[in-house]
């Protein structure tokens, strides 16, 4: 990392509270998103005394998260997401987006402000196959409307678009009854992935 490498500040509010900074650049120009599952390797040091007190390098084990889904610190959850593959970053979380007054005893005191070396290494979407083998994966791009996914059999409008390496195959908005996309020329995966797909919710399908 260079001495003068951009700090750039995550917050809402630009309050400094959560702080990144890129020690090596990623590649291409996709990022994570909610509910993706994460493999990262990373480094936590005390930002007071650089005392490090968790390291997934010294397991020789990649570590594996939920995005967004309050399974790791906020900071965590919010650092991530900013990330691409092969990325690694300095993470500077303030005690708000760490473990707060109370820490987390014996290693990590009260109020502590905490330094990650992240790597993210891969991500995967949500499995949603019927086997849980892989066969379909989903990760949402925009967030859409809570609590409202089409029912079987329902009328339903959506703007697909497919890809393979790179080259768009498929482009259209159609209407179709849930259930019966292959009519229309979508896939069984991309048919099954509607299900759980919220009104004005954009996804990512790979089957």
């Not at 019966?180 to 020329?185: F, L, M, R, T």
Request: hydrophobic residues 30%.
């Amino acid at each position: 990392m260079s001495a003068n490498a951009e700090v750039i500040d995550l917050t809402k509010q630009k309050n400094g509270g959560l702080l990144k900074t890129i020690v090596k650049e990623g590649t291409g120009d996709d990022k994570p998103s909610l509910g993706d599952s994460v493999y990262v390797h990373y480094v936590g040091t005390l930002a007071s005394n650089g005392e490090k007190f968790d390291s997934s390098r010294d397991r020789n084990e990649p570590f594996k998260f939920t995005l967004g889904k309050g399974q790791v610190i906020k900071g965590w959850d919010q650092g991530v997401a900013t990330m691409k593959k092969g990325e690694v970053s300095k993470i500077t979380c303030s005690p708000e987006y760490a473990y707060g007054e109370a820490g987390s005893p014996p290693k990590i005191p009260p109020n502590a402000t905490l330094n990650f070396e992240v790597e993210l290494l891969r991500w995967e979407g949500e499995d949603i196959s019927p086997d849980r083998d892989g066969s379909i994966l989903k990760s949402i791009i925009v967030e859409g409307e809570k609590y409202n996914c089409p029912a079987e059999n329902a009328p339903v409008t959506v703007h697909a678009v497919g890809k393979h390496d790179g080259r768009i195959f498929y482009d259209s908005e159609v209407t179709f009854t849930l259930g019966e996309g292959s009519e229309v020329g979508l896939p069984e995966g991309v048919d099954r992935a509607l299900r759980r797909l919220n009104k004005g919710q954009s996804q990512l399908g790979t089957s």
